[in-house]
């Protein structure tokens, strides 16, 4: 370098101002310019208030709410006060027999077994006899694998997630009648003896291969005593549920609805196959999706409109595609 200008500081320190014999990485605060405060840290969300529990009473007045069902409802009640009255003498210091809470709900599709089962858990748990009352439902196709051997513990895996509450088989009697299904249960019955202070178990279907599913596993018979009947619903309580269904979707049924699905009912076969509530709710979501293509044309439908099911919609035609788009629609309102 030349020595002209061999005591000259660094071109790039010279431009910025600064001392050699200052640390570069640390330019000196220039006046005028404020500190920026240090940004607030974000409150910690507040987590979400615990929904309180069902209580007893409340959940007892929700299946005495249930349509129909008169003699399911006695007899959970009376299940309630035997299981009741066994805690208090167990508590009081009493001898109490053991009384098995497994059960078996019979019956055709559609009768509520689902959601008696659902009430079922939560009683129990409000009763003090399992952990946290949820329920599991599940069917063969959950429980059986692939493989002799690999059923055991697919099995037991579905039962580890029930612990605490109810597992609901709904036609158990398919695990009949081969090796895969003696396996599950066979681990069943292993995993209610196991885990009998915190699972309850419930099986369901058709009555008559229920009995046979029962006595063909001696393991079961010994753990079922109670059997609950679920009767196929009347017309008057199908009309209720359906009624009940369309007031809770904020559907109002215009006059001449009920007297239309009451013709459907009637020429409907009834057996074992018949849907019973299933098939009343199957009609609705048929009659919704109808009053949908009734208005497919109106840009603004009015409240009532939007609002209102006619007798046409509930056509016991419950698989058929809609309309021929084709077709003139006779909504009023339709043609603006």
């Known amino acids: 370098m030349s020595e002209e200008f061999s005591d000259l500081p660094p071109l790039h320190g010279r431009l910025l101002g600064w001392k050699r014999d200052q640390n570069p990485a640390r330019p000196e605060p220039v006046e005028g310019l404020d500190e920026v405060a240090p940004a607030d840290p974000k ?16 959940l007892l007045a929700e299946l005495d709410a249930l349509t129909g069902l008169s003699e399911v409802k006695a007899e959970i009640h ?5 299981l009741r009255v066994e805690a208090l003498r167990t508590k009081a210091g009493l001898r109490a027999p ?10 055709n599709p559609g009768t509520g077994k689902t959601t008696v089962a659902r009430l079922v858990g939560g009683i129990y748990r409000a009763l003090g006899l399992l952990s946290k009352g949820q329920l599991v439902e599940v069917d063969r196709s959950e429980l059986v694998a692939g493989y002799l051997g690999q059923t055991a513990t697919k099995t037991a895996e579905v039962v580890a997630s029930a612990v605490g509450g109810v597992l609901f088989i709904d036609e158990a009697y398919s695990l009949s009648g081969d090796q895969f299904g003696r396996e599950a249960v066979d681990t069943l019955v292993k995993e209610m ?21 029962i006595a063909q596993n001696p393991g079961l018979a010994s753990r079922f005593r109670t ?16 009624t009940s269904m369309a007031e809770t979707g904020d559907y109002d049924l215009a006059d001449g609805c009920v007297e239309r699905f009451e013709m459907v009912l009637a020429t409907t076969p009834r057996g074992p196959t018949f849907g019973n509530g299933r098939f009343a ?17 109106v840009d603004e439908p009015t409240l009532d409109q939007l ?3 006619l007798p046409d919609d509930l056509d016991a035609r419950i698989l058929e ?10 909504e009023p309102g339709a043609d603006r």
Request: charged share 30%; hydrophobic share 35%; net charge negative.
């Open 321 to 330: 595609p809609p309309p021929d788009p084709t077709e003139p629609t006779t």
């Open 307 to 309: 609002r209102t099911l």
């Open 281 to 297: 709710r199957n009609l609705l979501e048929a009659a919704i999706g109808r009053h949908a293509w009734r208005l497919r044309d």
């Open 43 to 58: 409150p910690e969300p507040k987590p979400e208030p615990a929904t309180p529990e069902p209580t007893l009473d409340e």
């Open 193 to 213: 003896e196991d885990r009998r202070d915190d699972l309850v178990l419930i099986v369901a279907g058709y009555p008559d291969p229920m009995v046979v599913f």
């Open 227 to 242: 059997t609950i009947e679920f009767g196929d619903y009347s017309d008057d309580e199908l009309v209720s549920i359906l």
């Open 98 to 107: 053991t009384i098995t809470r497994h059960l078996v709900f019979v019956g």
């Open 78 to 82: 009376r299940q309630v006060a035997v």
